[in-house]
């Protein structure tokens, strides 16, 4: 069987009056109500691609597999050539009419409609999930297998149902959108051509097969290019040669900045034969060899990454990705995958020490629930949260690499900071928007969220905010975490935060599903969740800090403290004297007592002694008057006083301050203080 037709979309005029019959009725002073018309130069202009890079035409096809239950998805693209594509699944694959249905009517989706019940694309009871599976369907619009038209103009669709004794093929070619001829063959109501298409069936023994492949032919030397990095390689090539007359100390600034991992560049040489040109780079650089398993060739690039971390600043993707491992990349943070380690909900206190709730009133602050999980059990188990439940029964895997979501949560690069451990914090929120109509709230909202502050974000590019719709994102992190005001950037470099909403925000995405609508009540309400729970983790942040540089300051105190003890306690058992029998340096306030007598009072420093006999004293309002220039400098307060007792304390070993009044004692020590103060 064959079927021959062009691919388009036919306007309805019986669903209400001609153009023409509106304006006669409106000039004639009549109200006219008329339904709101999509012009067929849009949904041309979707066929000739919407989409900003290649990896988005790949990603809104692996979204079809998935909606279509497939377990297994298998890419193949030619790298590094990159001259044609196939995209092949496990899934349930499409009846005839559900084939005919998706390319006859773009943007027309059966999915989430009752008409996807009977074409089996949709739960015959909830439309917006899978047929099999359950799961929450990614695609809404129907115009997922349209974007490739961001690599290619034709491409064969070989599709086929288990228990179908047939494969059903469809043979598309795509047309070029043009302004020109949409104004020459299409007025306003009339249907406009925007491909063609071959449809047949192809008899098979194979009684048990389902799937569908996508291939797709002759890719756009655009596609090509930007897949094989040529504007990256195209910058090496083109360096000035270093001349006798170049001083060795002058960097050339037309040097290109290679990435660190990449595919290589290729190219033909007359007789077809593939070459590597570029001999500095003349071969793929990549962070695994022809015999690494599939499923950790992932996980060895990501490890590369954070190696090159260490010792620098956290890199951006594209200075040490090219651009084929950049679009592998993002493909791994979109689709619907397992974490590289482990979800950020089944984490436990043995993963991130620190972790905090996060409220959802206004002006609330987070809540320390590390207690609550120490008994092993993943928080979102222990919060009630349901992302992590999340099956991971969906593979993909491009030119023999599985892909997996590239976030890790655990050994984390370091820096100098002094909170040298993650943070996580977590919450959720959920509304009915029941004093709305439906109509202005879009429905409800809901859905579960973390943010981790680490003394370092790698690669740079994660360092902002990610939304996750159905658990698949079409938009890479948003550095300016939905446009949050705040002073503290360094603060707010060390975020990365993912929200996973489970109801609502939908209908906020845009057309591409690369862009929201800010304007959509869902997204506002997203924004203003997130900025409250930023300002909750920059408000703890900045508490955890400031105890951790007393703890700091403290550690160091005592340690200072213990060497100076072990010097003056072997000073007296050398003088003979008992080191438990030292006098000891106290700061004093004269109090007078009712007789009129003066009693003085420790202060400031060893509070703790009671006893103002045989020790050294010094005022306090002498001391003040030493201490004016360093008034706000406690830590070093303490140290000089530390080192004056001590000094003491050695000369009293000695016997040499037996004989000196209280008041020489006290001269004695503001003296070492000035001396110990002054700057070398």
Do not use: C
Not at 59 to 64: A, C, F, P, V
């Amino acid at each position: 069987m064959s079927i021959k037709a062009s691919q388009k979309e036919v306007s309805d005029l019986s669903t209400g009056p001609s153009d023409e019959d509106l304006v006669s009725e409106i000039k004639n002073g009549k109200s006219q109500t008329a339904k709101l018309e999509t012009d067929d130069k849009v949904l041309a202009r979707v066929t000739d691609g919407i989409y900003r890079v290649p990896g988005s035409a790949i990603r809104e096809l692996i979204s079809n597999s998935y909606d279509a239950d497939a377990e297994n998805v298998v890419i193949s693209t030619d790298v590094p050539r990159f001259n044609s594509m196939t995209i092949r699944d496990d899934g349930n694959g499409m009846s005839v009419d559900t084939l005919v249905n998706m390319i006859r009517h773009i943007g027309g989706s059966a999915k989430r409609t009752s008409k996807g019940k009977g074409l089996e694309v949709t739960d015959a009871k909830d439309t917006s999930l899978s047929p099999k599976k359950k799961r929450k369907l990614i695609g809404k619009i129907g115009i997922g297998i349209f974007s490739v038209a961001q690599l290619t103009r034709d491409f064969e669709i070989i599709t086929k149902q288990k228990g179908d004794e047939y494969y059903s093929r469809a043979k598309v070619t795509l047309f070029n959108y043009s302004d020109e001829n949409i104004t020459e063959e299409a007025e306003r109501g009339q249907s406009f051509q925007t491909g063609n298409v071959e449809i047949w069936t192809e008899p098979t023994e194979n009684i048990n097969a389902h799937g569908t492949d996508i291939i797709l032919k002759n890719i756009k030397k655009s596609a090509k290019e930007q897949l094989q990095s040529v504007e990256v390689w195209g910058l090496k090539e083109n360096e000035t040669d270093k001349t006798d007359d170049d001083e060795d100390d002058i960097q050339d600034s037309s040097n290109a900045i290679l990435p660190s991992f990449h595919v290589g560049s290729i190219n033909s040489d007359e007789d077809g034969t593939d070459v590597y040109d570029v001999p500095e780079r003349q071969h793929p650089n990549l962070p695994w060899d022809i015999n690494t398993d599939p499923k950790e060739k992932f996980s060895l690039l990501y490890n590369a990454i954070l190696e090159k971390t260490k010792n620098a600043v956290s890199p951006k993707l594209s200075h040490v990705l090219d651009n084929y491992l950049d679009m592998i990349w993002s493909l791994g943070l979109s689709i619907p995958l397992p974490y590289i380690e482990k979800h950020p909900f089944s984490l436990t206190s043995n993963d991130v020490s620190d972790i905090f709730a996060l409220s959802n009133k206004k002006k609330g602050q987070v809540t320390d629930i590390s207690d609550l999980l120490k008994d092993g059990k993943g928080l979102g188990e222990k919060l009630g949260f349901i992302s992590q439940n999340e099956k991971s029964d969906f593979n993909v895997t491009i030119d023999d690499i599985q892909l997996f979501r590239p976030i890790k949560f655990t050994d984390l690069p370091e820096s100098k900071a002094v909170v040298k451990k993650p943070i996580l914090f977590v919450g959720k929120y959920e509304t009915e928007f029941s004093e709305m109509d439906i109509k202005d709230s879009a429905g409800g909202l809901s859905f579960e969220a973390y943010i981790l502050w680490s003394p370092k974000v790698s690669p740079k590019d994660h360092n902002g905010s990610l939304i996750r719709i159905n658990n698949a994102s079409g938009i890479m992190f948003d550095d300016s975490f939905m446009k949050y005001q705040v002073a503290e950037q360094t603060i707010k470099g060390q975020l990365i935060a993912e929200i996973f909403v489970h109801k609502g925000l939908d209908s906020a995405l845009n057309i591409d599903r690369e862009s929201f609508n800010v304007a959509h009540p869902h997204y506002q309400l997203v924004m203003k969740w997130l900025h409250s729970a930023i300002r909750q983790v920059i408000n703890k942040y900045k508490k955890i800090k400031k105890d951790k540089k007393i703890e700091i300051v403290g550690n160091n105190a005592n340690d200072f403290s213990r060497r100076l003890n072990s010097i003056v306690e072997k000073r007296y058992i050398a003088n003979k004297r008992d080191p438990r029998e030292r006098s000891n340096l106290v700061v004093s306030n004269p109090a007078i007592e009712s007789d009129g007598s003066k009693e003085v009072q420790p202060i400031s420093f060893n509070e703790d002694l009671k006893n103002t006999n045989d020790n050294f004293l010094i005022s306090n309002n002498k001391l003040s008057e030493v201490f004016e220039s360093i008034k706000t400098n406690k830590p070093k307060q303490l140290q000089l006083m530390s080192k004056s007792e001590a000094l003491l304390q050695i000369l009293d070993s000695y016997g040499i301050l037996d004989n000196l009044t209280l008041e020489i004692q006290e001269s004695l020590v503001i003296d070492l203080i000035e001396i110990m103060k002054m700057e070398g």
